[in-house]
Structures are given as structure tokens and as C-alpha cells.
């Protein structure tokens, strides 16, 4: 029946086991078999605030508050009966009989009725291919992430799933850290590198009592998306071998007002003396202003080796192109000029992994692309849709780590 606002009515409320805080804005379709299985409607959402004197355990047998709710407001009281079992009254106050609760069968979240929640799950499962992902795997699928491309959670599982054959090598045994959204990218938005507990596909790595962990297969990708990571950063060595790096990472980070033909020059400028020293140098966009340049390692370097080197490198650039480069930090400093950024080669360093969203609008990737595209290719011109295309051709990275 609900909470009624009639302080005659009396409801039974039974105390079920703790759930996670996102639970909280969790609609759609659990299993049958499973715990709460059926559909779930998001009824409320506010604030509670507890008047009485109550124990950190709740073992009392009354429990007052106040409900600060879009439905639900005013005074409240849980009395137990027995054990688990509770009833749930009305107080007398300028609330009573506000609302009759039995007449609202809509989500305050979406405005959808129990059935229309049911009815979007199922044509989910009918319109995305089988087993690709699974709804439940993930909670709150129609949560919208990037609102401006009405882009949701579900959208991104797919996506990452879809990609995961081609960027899970890139994160094997890769420590990582992670942008977190969980209202989108018009909430909060937060780095995430420690793993709060043991998961199926993931691994967690102590290391000088810190500790870190690297997504382990697809599984472990889809989980991470689960707990609203959508932007994956990778350290630069694998896991078992921290103290060799085998990555060397340079961001060509542009002056906001300096035109796309300058950064394209200054790529070709980067390549030119990476060439000159006979290393082999990948490209990819970096979702925002400017573009990756990646170097794959195979000597045993130390970490001070390789910040020497990319430095020396990105000095070089300034020497002989002072109008054009520097590598101060400072954006006063970079008028007209591109950062020439080497500082993502130090030792816990980390930069955007290959395939990865940026948390950005319209939601660009982080792409591999060819050499020969860097004068057709923007560096925040690829998104989902055409990411996904993109995996249809040849893989511009296939050679990256033999």
C-alpha cells in the first residue's frame, strides 16, 4: 500500500538487508530468482532528518524523523513490533492527509509507470545483441551521462564492450585511474584510482602501502562502468614491473586560440626529431585540443632515464622553435604557442588510455588513428558513433607492442 498520510493508518515496513548508496537512483528490472526481483520505480527522492535520540545501531524500539521529499514530507514515526518488523505512521502536522499516496503510479525520476519501466527493459534486450550486456550488470541503465547527446549509462557499457577487444591490451596489468560522473557530466566529477573493495575482473596491488589496481578483463571494464568511471587513465608500465616503464607519452596541449593547422605542424615538427632518433611513434586524438603522440619502449629504461629523455626531446623542440613551443606549464605562458606536455613520463604519472571516453560533450574518445589522417581528423572530432565505425577497419595500432 505505501506510507499513507493519515495518521490512523498504520503500514508494516520491514527492515531489508544494506544496499549501495547508487541503489538509490537504480530503475528498471531485476531478475526473477534474484533478490528483489521485479521492477523498480524510483517513488522519492529528498533528505531525512532524525529527531529523537536513536543509538548508532537503531536497536530502539521508536525511531522520529522528518522526510524532506518531493512526495513525501513532514513528521514520521517507526515503531518496531517485533524483531525486523516495524510500523510506519504519520505524525500530526501541517502534512496530515497532504497527499493520497495510492493515486501516484509514476517514477519521480522519469515519469514512467511501473509497466513503461518494464516495457524499456525488455525492448533493451531485444533491440541490443544477446549477452552483449547485461541490464542489472548494470544499475540505473537510463541514467543520461552526456545530456547534450542524450548518451546513458547503457550506451557507454556498450560501447566500451564493443571496443574492449581493442583496449584491453592497452590496459592489462596497467594501473589505473579513473574520471568518475555519477550524475553525468553536469555533476561532480572525480579522480578515482584506489578500489574500494574486491571485484570479479579486477585486481587490486600493493605497492610502497598504497594501493592500486588495473582492470584484469571485460568484466572488469563493464564493472568499472557500473561504478560510473568513464574516462580511464594508464600508467606507463605495467603493474609487475613498475620500475620499467615501457610507454613514453607526449600531450601537444595548444593554446585555446591557436588554429588547428599550427597543432597539426607541431605534431609533424614532434615526429620530424622522434624519426631523426629511431623511434617508432604512434597517434591518436586526444578528446580535447590537441594530439597524443605515444611511444612504445623496449629497453630497460629507469624512470629518470625516461623523463630525461621525453624532456630533452620537448626542449629540443623549444630550442629550435621558440616562437612556437614551450614547455612551461603555465597557460600565461603558452600564448600562440603548444605546450609540448612530457611531464606524463614521471613515475605514477598517468595519461588517457587508447579507446577511452573523455568526459567532455558530446562525448569524445581518446582514437588511434593513421599518420596519414592527422590533416582530417580533429582532435575532438571522434565520438561513440564513429569510434565504433572506426573498429570496422584496420587496427592504425596493430604493431604497437611486438
Not at 501516484?104 to 534486450?125: C, F, G, P
Not at 557500473?226 to 613514453?248: A, L, R, T, V, Y
Not at 629540443?316 to 614547455?327: I, N, Q, S
Amino acid at each position: 500500500k505505501g506510507p499513507s498520510y493519515n495518521p490512523k493508518d498504520k503500514r508494516l515496513a520491514i527492515l531489508v538487508e544494506d544496499h549501495p548508496l547508487s541503489y538509490r537512483l537504480f530503475e528498471g528490472t531485476i531478475p526473477k530468482g534474484e533478490y528483489g526481483g521485479g521492477t523498480v520505480m524510483v517513488f522519492d527522492m529528498g533528505y531525512y532528518e532524525i529527531i529523537n535520540d536513536v543509538p548508532k545501531n537503531f536497536k530502539t524500539k521508536e525511531i522520529k524523523f522528518i522526510l524532506k521529499g518531493e512526495r513525501l514530507k513532514g513528521a514520521w514515526t517507526l515503531i518496531n513490533i517485533k524483531d525486523e518488523n516495524w510500523l510506519l505512521i504519520k505524525e500530526n502536522d501541517e502534512f496530515s492527509n497532504f497527499l493520497d499516496i495510492t493515486k501516484i503510479d509514476k517514477s519521480v525520476k522519469t515519469n514512467r509507470t511501473m509497466e513503461e519501466i518494464a516495457n524499456n527493459v525488455i525492448k533493451r534486450k531485444t533491440t541490443r545483441k544477446k549477452g552483449i550486456v547485461d541490464n542489472i550488470l548494470i544499475t540505473n541503465p537510463d541514467k543520461v551521462i552526456f545530456p547534450s547527446s542524450k548518451i546513458a549509462k547503457m550506451d557507454i557499457a556498450m560501447y566500451y564492450h564493443q571496443v574492449g577487444k581493442r583496449m584491453l591490451p592497452y590496459l592489462e596489468k596497467r594501473f589505473i585511474s579513473t574520471l568518475r560522473a555519477p550524475e553525468g557530466i553536469k555533476g561532480d566529477i572525480f579522480f578515482k584510482k584506489h578500489l574500494e573493495k574486491l571485484n570479479k575482473g579486477l585486481k587490486k596491488v600493493m605497492v610502497n602501502n598504497n594501493d592500486y589496481y588495473y582492470i584484469k578483463d571485460m568484466e572488469g571494464l563493464i564493472k568499472e562502468v557500473q561504478m560510473n568511471s568513464f574516462e580511464f587513465h594508464i600508467w606507463g608500465c605495467p603493474s609487475n614491473k613498475i620500475n620499467k616503464p615501457d610507454i613514453m607519452v607526449f600531450d601537444l596541449d595548444p593554446d585555446e586560440k591557436l588554429p588547428l593547422k599550427k597543432v597539426r605542424d607541431g605534431v609533424k615538427d614532434l615526429k620530424s626529431i622522434l624519426d631523426e632518433l629511431n623511434l617508432k611513434a604512434y597517434l591518436k586524438t586526444s578528446g580535447g585540443k590537441g594530439y597524443h603522440v605515444v611511444v612504445p619502449l623496449k629497453n630497460n629504461l629507469s624512470w629518470a632515464k625516461l623523463e630525461k629523455i621525453s624532456q630533452n626531446i620537448a626542449s629540443l623542440m623549444v630550442m629550435k622553435w621558440p616562437f612556437k613551443y614551450t614547455t612551461n606549464i603555465r597557460k600565461s605562458k603558452r600564448k600562440d604557442k603548444i605546450f609540448i606536455d612530457y611531464l606524463r613520463n614521471k613515475k605514477g604519472a598517468t595519461s588517457v588510455a587508447p579507446y577511452s571516453l573523455r568526459l567532455r560533450e558530446k562525448a569524445p574518445v581518446s582514437m588511434p588513428i593513421k599518420w596519414s589522417e592527422l590533416d582530417k581528423v580533429k582532435p575532438n572530432s571522434i565520438h561513440i558513433k564513429e569510434a565504433l565505425q572506426r573498429l570496422k577497419k584496420k587496427d592504425p595500432w596493430e604493431d604497437f607492442f611486438l
